[in-house]
């Protein structure tokens, strides 16, 4: 079974530039998270969606990021304009429904200059 | 809310040494999930165990065992006989068992198993 998928593993912009991260879950899994991990932190949730809607949205940052998932099945987590606090890891999970076990990509590590 | 605590933030041993990490947490839920994730240098967090609050049994698998109690809201994590790949950082995150399920992790135990 293939695991989550996430692109680009490595993204490299200047401040005030767009980025965008993309997620495939695992198939099947209904909820899809965000997550961004800052250097010598643990794992922050910025989104959680249930199908196509974001049920849990508190914590990301809605005046520059943005994120969808349109048909239910991949996301994409958008930055713009990208600042220099948001060099992170940005982590996608997935999990199936009734479980909350996460599962989780390798990440894009994104470096603002 | 739930918060978690992991007061080591970095332990280093020799190969075939024991070690356990440490996790406390704090909860407003009657009932609740614990968990344990591994991260190694590549990035991707692996998912260890899941325990619900209501079953305080301590679980064996392999060389991993863990310990939960309840009543001291820890829930302690030991590696028997580590090998240089248990090196990594590793998460305790409680949970909901309700509603988002959201994790809520702590800044994590980075484990350096030396050869």
């Known amino acids: 079974e293939a695991g989550v998928v996430q692109s680009p593993r490595y993204k490299i912009i200047e401040k005030k530039q767009p980025v965008a991260f993309w997620c495939n879950p695992i198939?099947?899994?209904?909820?899809l998270y965000w997550y961004l991990q800052n250097l010598g932190q643990g794992p922050e949730l910025l989104i959680r969606?249930?199908?196509?809607?974001?049920?849990?949205d508190s914590q990301l940052p809605k005046d520059r990021f943005s994120a969808e998932r349109l048909k239910g099945v991949d996301s994409t987590l958008k930055i713009q304009p990208a600042e220099l606090g948001d060099s992170a890891v940005y982590l996608c999970?997935?999990?199936?429904?009734?479980?909350?076990?996460?599962?989780f990509g390798p990440g894009t590590r994104l470096t603002v200059l | 809310a739930q918060k978690v605590t992991q007061a080591q933030t970095e332990i280093s041993v020799v190969e075939k040494e024991d070690v356990t990490l440490d996790c406390v947490y704090e909860?407003?839920?009657?009932?609740?999930?614990l968990f344990w994730y591994k991260q190694p240098p590549s990035g991707e967090l692996v998912f260890l165990i899941r325990?619900?609050?209501?079953?305080?049994q301590n679980e064996i698998s392999g060389r991993y065992s863990w310990n939960f109690q309840k009543s001291t809201s820890s829930f302690n994590f030991t590696i028997t006989a580590s090998q240089v790949v248990d090196s990594a950082v590793y998460f305790c995150?409680?949970?909901?068992?309700?509603?988002?399920?959201?994790?809520?992790f702590g800044k994590g135990t980075k484990l350096s198993v030396i050869p």
């Open positions: 325990r619900n609050s209501f079953d305080e």
């Open positions: 198939s099947g899994h209904n909820t």
């Open positions: 969606y249930e199908n196509e809607e974001a049920v849990d």
């Open positions: 909860t407003r839920d009657t009932t609740y999930y």
């Open positions: 999970a997935s999990s199936s429904p009734g479980y909350n076990e996460q599962f």
């Open positions: 995150a409680p949970s909901s068992m309700a509603g988002s399920y959201q994790l809520t």
